[in-house]
């Protein structure tokens, strides 16, 4: 990696070489996706001992679980002998067996068999899977293969009290609701584009616009680590927003959430998976559209769709890849943008080592 090659100023738009640079999708496999926290999923989704997921942080295949004893683990997905491939889906099951010579582990990852070896073969202790850093904040579980990160109480301290306030330990997470689509954006393009609300009248005037004004969206506190956003939404309370880079932005309401979780595919792809959920009986219900959106499709016998203003975002964020063959000098960032500038300064801080400026807050209205 050069210096240049990642080189910017994050007060104003990324150039274009970081939608299509191989260069600084390499940097960024190393200082983010192999050295930061990822999110990964909702903890409903390993809710009972022996639950089984296949995940992937960045280019690497992840094993979450939870173990006999009730905690959640994250192991290398990658047999120790060959290297296959270990779970394809989600399974329910004490052991993981491999399903190319049968190697057994444990859920520790201990190897606790090879068929047709003798003792003297294989080297169990030396034959475990590895296992990675897993954490839950209020039931978004983040999955780090970097050993020394920091702890993501510390990372996300600044929207905690926020998204606290807003009943996020209330939230009933349907992970079976969660949804995967392929857009073909490099994903920085997607997570920007889910962070700021600056595009709602231009880009959802029909969708969002009506409910949730662009001139009603205001800048709540954050920093490179992690931002709270907001807006008025009409006839209910008003909206939070957490964008938690690299890849997670969560929008709350007093009834309910929604959210998008971002992975990168190449540079030119990304896979964006949507979820939510609402706030447990007993807790409000007076929520707006996002939570009318939630119960809506929860409740319909068609089953599950994707919120109406999510096309939009892709088709934007699609276009903004097919101009991203050529360059321009990038505009300054406005005021309504400052989430934006905070992902700026995170990249900046994880491609190349500038420590972030301190938490900014603003008075909301
Ligand atoms: S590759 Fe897994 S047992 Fe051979
Ligand atoms: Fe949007």
Redesign the pocket.
């Known amino acids: 990696m050069t210096a240049s090659a990642v080189t910017f100023d994050p007060e104003h738009a990324l150039p274009n070489a970081f939608y299509r640079d191989p260069v600084v999708h390499a940097a960024e496999m190393t200082g983010i996706w192999h050295g930061d926290w990822a999110f990964v999923t909702t903890e409903d989704a390993v809710a009972a001992p022996g639950d089984q997921l296949p995940v992937i942080v960045g280019d690497q295949p992840v094993l979450l679980l939870r173990n006999q004893e009730g905690e959640l683990r994250a192991l290398s997905n990658l ?1 120790a ?4 491939l270990l779970l394809e889906r989600p399974a329910k099951a004490k052991r993981i067996q ?1 399903p ?4 057994t582990y444990n859920d520790s990852g201990r190897l606790l068999a090879a068929p047709f070896t003798s003792k003297d073969d294989v080297d169990k202790a030396e034959h475990c899977l590895p296992e990675y850093l897993v954490e839950s904040w209020h039931g978004l579980v983040f999955v780090s293969l970097n050993p020394d990160v920091e702890p993501l109480a510390e990372r996300f301290a600044a929207v905690e009290p926020h998204a606290v306030a807003y009943g996020i330990d209330r939230m009933d997470h349907w992970s079976d609701q969660q949804e995967t689509q392929v857009w073909d954006c490099n994903w920085k393009l997607a997570i920007i584009n889910a962070m700021e609300s600056y595009h709602l009248f231009q880009v959802h005037p029909k969708t969002l616009e009506p409910y949730s004004p662009t001139r009603d969206a205001y800048y709540v506190a954050g920093s490179a680590r992690a931002t709270a956003t907001g807006g008025r939404v009409e006839g209910a309370d008003d909206y939070l927003l957490i964008s938690l880079p690299p890849n997670f932005v969560g929008a709350f309401n007093s009834g309910g959430f929604f959210w998008q979780a971002v992975h990168p595919m190449g540079t030119h792809r990304c896979a964006v998976r949507t979820g939510g959920g609402y706030v447990s009986p007993g807790g409000s219900r007076t929520g707006g559209r996002l939570s009318r959106w939630i119960r809506r499709t929860a409740s319909s016998a068609a089953g599950y769709s994707l919120p109406d203003f999510l096309p939009e975002d892709k088709a934007i964020c699609e276009r903004g890849q097919r101009g991203a063959t050529g360059d321009f000098s990038p505009g300054r960032l406005v005021p309504a943008e400052r989430v934006v500038a905070d992902f700026g300064h995170y990249l900046n801080w994880r491609l190349n080592g500038v420590e972030p400026p301190t938490v900014h807050r603003e008075a909301s209205p």
């Open positions: 047999c002998h060959r290297g296959t491999c190319y010579h049968a190697w």
